[in-house]
């Protein structure tokens, strides 16, 4: 579609296509990786109690609360930390601040699919580096003296795969004119964060979300955390955009998520025992599945093609997500869902797999 009132700009642009949100009920949603266990009621408590009049008034424009109980929970001081509505606007703004240079930043070839979204909206110059052949990231590829800066996000998406802290650290080490930009979106479902890491390095930055340990993928939180001068960078861009981007009630919510993290904590490890269970018994129906360290798995069967295997499950009123990309056509990202979603699922592809 064009449209005469359209700028040459828009004309040229490629959005990202985010997982579908179906309005059919009785859905097995695994398709986009949010949490399978609930919110905490605690934090329902706390946005009903502040529905109310305070709702006519701005909000914080700096989260400064949430900020602060977020720097208490990473023991960071909180002109370290950014708060901002979701983690892909936080990725926005960073790009925007941190990464439009001359040199290009580097990011793998299978990853994130917003990273090159967001260069071509802010017209960054890019270059992607190939996962190994085994859907690893080999940071010895990332030859940065040419770069910018460099993205990975650890555990890295769709493949599950983590970068241990010391591959990360020794990076960092040695390449101190680059930003690191870390996406840990997933890294509560058994990663060991390299957020410790920014009280020696400078040019390293994290981005975390809600939307996935905390069940908040409704209510748009995310947040960085780095040195005070990359947070300030980062600000700068969001006051001259949105003053606002956190509503009042996704600031209250978020602040007593922090406080009741045991809740999360726990359903993290239940996501942890079912992740657990689905590899092991796919893996005995012949499925090759990477060995993942987020809240969904990557999976291939050698006998059927993905996309066939995906359309049968739709049937059965089961979605997860597949990428018609080079590489990874033939693979599979699975949600792991509650308990009764895996066994489901399990049986679901038993069936199909012994008709075909
Ligand atoms: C889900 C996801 C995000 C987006 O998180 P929101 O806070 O919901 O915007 C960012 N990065 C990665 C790698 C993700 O998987």
């Given at each position: 579609?064009?449209?005469?009132?359209?700028?040459s700009?828009?004309?040229?642009l490629?959005?990202y296509?985010?997982?579908?949100?179906?309005k059919?009920h009785?859905?097995?949603?695994l398709?986009?990786?949010?949490?399978?266990y609930?919110i905490?009621p605690?934090?329902?408590?706390?946005?009903?109690?502040?529905?109310n009049?305070t709702l006519k008034?701005?909000?914080?424009?700096?989260?400064?609360?949430?900020?602060?109980?977020?720097?208490h929970?990473?023991?960071v001081?909180?002109?370290?930390?950014?708060?901002?509505n979701?983690?892909?606007?936080?990725?926005?703004?960073a790009?925007?601040a941190?990464?439009?240079?001359?040199?290009?930043?580097?990011?793998?070839?299978i990853?994130?699919?917003?990273y090159p979204?967001?260069?071509?909206?802010?017209?960054?110059?890019?270059?992607?580096?190939?996962?190994?052949?085994?859907f690893?990231?080999?940071?010895?590829?990332?030859?940065?003296?040419n770069?910018?800066?460099?993205v990975?996000?650890?555990p890295?998406?769709?493949?599950?795969?983590?970068l241990?802290?010391?591959?990360?650290?020794?990076?960092l080490?040695?390449?101190?004119e680059?930003?690191?930009?870390?996406?840990?979106?997933?890294i509560?479902?058994?990663?060991?964060s390299?957020?410790?890491?920014?009280?020696?390095?400078p040019?390293?930055?994290?981005?975390?979300?809600?939307?996935?340990?905390?069940?908040?993928?409704?209510?748009?939180?995310g947040?960085a955390?780095?040195n005070s001068?990359?947070i300030e960078?980062?600000?700068?861009?969001?006051?001259s955009?949105?003053s606002y981007p956190?509503?009042r009630?996704?600031?209250?919510?978020?602040?007593?998520?922090?406080?009741?993290?045991?809740?999360?904590?726990?359903?993290?490890?239940?996501?942890?025992q079912?992740?657990?269970?689905?590899?092991?018994?796919?893996?005995?129906l012949g499925?090759?599945?990477?060995?993942?360290?987020?809240?969904?798995?990557?999976?291939s069967?050698?006998?059927?093609?993905a996309?066939?295997?995906a359309?049968?499950?739709?049937?059965?009123?089961?979605?997860?997500?597949h990428?018609?990309t080079?590489?990874?056509?033939?693979?599979?990202?699975?949600?792991?869902?509650?308990?009764?979603e895996?066994?489901?699922?399990y049986?679901?592809?038993?069936?199909?797999?012994s008709?075909?």
């Open positions: 579609m064009q449209n005469p009132y359209w700028s700009f828009v004309k040229n490629v959005p296509t985010p997982g579908e949100q179906p059919m009785n859905l097995i949603k398709n986009t990786n949010e949490n399978a609930n905490s605690k934090v329902l408590e706390s946005i009903k109690e502040h529905t009049n008034l701005y909000p914080d424009p700096t989260a400064q609360e949430l900020c602060e109980a977020l720097a929970l990473h023991d001081h909180p002109n370290q930390v950014f708060a901002g979701g983690s892909d606007e936080v990725l926005g703004f790009f925007h941190l990464l439009k240079h001359k040199k290009p930043v580097l990011f793998p070839d990853t994130y699919s917003f979204v967001y260069c071509n909206l802010y017209n960054i110059n890019y270059k992607t580096i190939p996962l190994t052949d085994d690893r990231i080999d940071l010895k590829k990332y030859n940065a003296e770069a910018c800066g460099i990975i996000t650890n890295n998406a769709p493949t599950g795969l983590i241990n802290k010391k591959i990360i650290q020794h990076y080490e040695t390449h101190p680059q930003i690191i930009l870390v996406d840990e979106a997933y509560d479902f058994g990663g060991e390299v957020i410790p890491l920014i009280q020696y390095y040019n390293l930055l994290i981005i975390r979300t809600f939307s996935k340990f905390h069940a908040f993928a409704g209510l748009r939180v947040y955390i780095g001068e990359l960078g980062i600000r700068r861009v969001k006051d955009f949105n956190l509503d009630l996704a600031q209250i919510g978020a602040i007593a998520s922090i406080k009741d993290i045991q809740w999360s904590i726990n359903n993290a490890q239940k996501i942890i079912n992740r657990q269970y689905l590899i092991k018994n796919l893996s005995e499925f090759k599945i990477l060995n993942s360290k987020s809240n969904f798995i990557f999976a069967y050698p006998k059927l093609s996309e066939f295997l359309k049968q499950l739709r049937k059965e009123n089961i979605l997860v997500r990428f018609n080079k590489r990874i056509q033939n693979w599979l990202r699975i949600t792991i869902g509650n308990e009764t895996c066994q489901t699922l049986k679901t592809i038993n069936e199909i797999i008709i075909y």
